[in-house]
């Protein structure tokens, strides 16, 4: 199995992007992918979740209104649709997968690090002012 992020890079305050997640040899419908961020210095926090198999979408406070994740059709592609991009979203973004199939039983635990089983090697957006 095998997650590899996209599209981050450096981007005006108020500017958006989108992210990219190619997964690869995920079951269909048995994972949630969520991402994360880090800056260095802090611990990873949630950003953003999908569950495969219903389409249930989670968000931080941080981020609602502004960020959408999306998976295609296929279930190979995680997007993280950014807009309105602040200096504080800049870190490096990584995508991951969790084996939860329907979701969680606490729904708050889409945003718990230790949930997610695999990990891709994270994108760098860079937001300036």
């Known amino acids: 199995v095998q997650l590899v992020e996209s599209g981050g890079g450096l981007v005006q305050a108020e500017g958006s992007l989108r992210l990219t997640c190619e997964a690869s040899?995920?079951?269909?419908?048995?994972?949630?992918f969520g991402w994360f961020r880090q800056v260095p210095g802090k611990e990873r926090e949630a950003v953003s979740c999908i569950i495969s198999s219903t389409t249930r979408t989670y968000y931080a406070d941080s981020v609602k209104g502004r960020f959408t994740i999306s998976m295609d059709g296929a279930g190979n592609r995680v997007f993280l649709h950014m807009t309105s991009l602040k200096s504080e979203d800049t870190a490096v973004y990584y995508c991951?997968?969790?084996?939860?199939?329907?979701?969680?039983?606490?729904?708050?635990?889409?945003?718990?690090?230790?949930?997610?089983?695999?990990w891709g090697q994270g994108t760098q957006v860079t937001v300036s002012t």
């Open positions: 040899g995920f079951a269909l419908g048995h994972y949630a």
């Open positions: 991951a997968a969790a084996l939860v199939f329907s979701g969680w039983y606490n729904v708050e635990d889409w945003a718990i690090e230790s949930e997610y089983h695999y």
